[in-house]
């Protein structure tokens, strides 16, 4: 019984998306994640600041879903020179309703196509 209840809930994290006690990374591009009002999401994007390359989240309905602050940039623990690490966001679901999330991975400075992007769709509901 135990091992059926088990897959069944493996089923249905598989079958429906992330949920919210997941973190999304650039693995996750293009997925699909259903939110109830409150639930937060970790949004975990790779890359190395010392190239002058940042993530930016550029789009998203504040109706839909919010950032919890600022993104954290945390390098890997290392002491080489030069590493990289890893821009985190944590994003709490507001309202029932549907949305976009984009992410790109540029200079700022530069007016040139971004390096990489990252998007998902939330969606929020009761």
Do not use: K
């Not at 937060?40 to 993530?55: M, R, Y």
Request: glycine residues 10%; hydrophobic residues 40%.
């Amino acid at each position: 019984m135990i091992r059926i209840l088990a897959t069944a809930g493996f089923l249905v994290m598989t079958l429906g998306g992330c949920t919210a006690s997941e973190s999304l990374t650039l693995d996750d591009n293009g997925e699909r994640v259903a939110l109830t009002p409150g639930d937060t999401i970790e949004v975990n994007l790779e890359g190395n600041a010392t190239t002058g390359f940042t993530w930016e989240l550029i789009d998203l309905d504040p109706t839909v879903i919010t950032t919890d602050g600022e993104a954290v940039y945390e390098i890997e623990d290392t002491e080489l020179v030069g590493t990289g690490g890893v821009w985190t966001w944590i994003l709490v679901a507001q309202q029932p309703g549907e949305c976009a999330v984009r992410f790109v991975y540029h200079r700022s400075w530069e007016d040139e196509q971004p390096e990489a992007t990252f998007s998902f769709t939330v969606n929020v509901s009761e």
